[in-house]
Nanobody, 121 residues
Framework: QVQLVESGGGLVQAGGSLRLSCAASGHFLTTYAMGWFRQPLGKEREFVAAITWNGANTYADFVKGRFTISRLNAKNTVYLQMNSLKPEDAAIYYC???????????????WGRGTQVTVSS
C-alpha cells in the first residue's frame, strides 16, 4: 500500500500564498508520477497539476502562472506552491500518485485524504 498525507492548507486572503506538501510512504516508488487535484464545495474534483519522477509537469489552464508543482524525491514529497490565490481557488486539495503521468483522476490509484484551502475575499 501507498500512503499519501497532505499538509499546508489553511485560510489565506485573496492575493496571498500557500504551499501544500504531500508526503508519500509505504510501497511508494520514486518513479511514480504525482498529481494535485481539488474539489470545491459542491463541485466535481478537478485536475490542478501533475509531475513526473524527473520533473516534467503539466498544469490546468486556470492555475498557469500562479501555481508551481515540484517534488523532492529524496523525501518522497511533492509540493504545490500557490501564489496570487483567488476566492475560486478555495477547495479541498488532494494529492495522488500512480505509474501513469496524467491529468485524469481516473488514472491515479493512490490518494491522500486532502487538505482544506480557504481564500477570503
Amino acid at each position: 500500500q501507498v500512503q499519501l498525507v497532505e499538509s499546508g492548507g489553511g485560510l489565506v486572503q485573496a492575493g496571498g500564498s500557500l504551499r501544500l506538501s504531500c508526503a508519500a510512504s509505504g510501497h511508494f516508488l520514486t518513479t511514480y508520477a504525482m498529481g494535485w487535484f481539488r474539489q470545491p464545495l459542491g463541485k466535481e474534483r478537478e485536475f490542478v497539476a501533475a509531475i513526473t519522477w524527473n520533473g516534467a509537469n503539466t498544469y490546468a489552464d486556470f492555475v498557469k502562472g500562479r501555481f508551481t508543482i515540484s517534488r523532492l524525491n529524496a523525501k518522497n514529497t511533492v509540493y504545490l506552491q500557490m501564489n496570487s490565490l483567488k476566492p475560486e481557488d478555495a477547495a479541498i486539495y488532494y494529492c495522488a500518485a500512480d505509474n501513469t503521468f496524467s491529468a485524469s483522476a481516473d488514472e491515479y490509484d493512490y490518494w491522500g485524504r486532502g487538505t482544506q484551502v480557504t481564500v477570503s475575499s
